[in-house]
Nanobody, 119 residues
């Protein structure tokens, strides 16, 4: 069984920084891709950033130049460095990992971590 555990959320003032982490554990044989998504109250979940196992990155326009996604395949961990945070970045952030496991290739989601940016 595979579990994803997120950490690093919290309350920060506008202009501040936070770093999110998401570590996967269990019967994992490889990583196809990793990403971060977010969901603000009353809104649909949206993509924030993704990274492939080869290191190719993709960002939502709203976070380009401010957020950086990185991954450590050896640790099955994905990170999201968030700088110059804005109140509109307030949301629950979810990590996603597309993993090769003993049961096959599946998408896994973290439990979500709250990020609140005050003005």
């Amino acid at each position: 069984q595979v579990h994803l555990v997120e950490s690093g959320g919290g309350l920060v003032q506008a202009g501040g920084s936070l770093r999110l982490s998401c570590a996967a554990s269990g019967s994992i044989f490889g990583i196809k891709g990793m990403g971060w998504y977010r969901q603000a109250p009353g809104k649909q979940r949206e993509l924030v950033a993704t990274i492939t196992s080869g290191g190719s990155r993709n960002y939502a326009d709203s976070v380009k130049g401010r957020f950086t996604i990185s991954g450590d395949n050896a640790k099955n961990t994905v990170y999201l460095q968030m700088n110059s945070l804005k109140p509109e970045d307030t949301a629950v952030y979810y990590c996603n990992q597309y993993l090769v496991t003993g049961r096959g290739v599946y998408d896994y989601w973290g439990q979500g971590t709250q990020v609140t940016v005050s003005s």
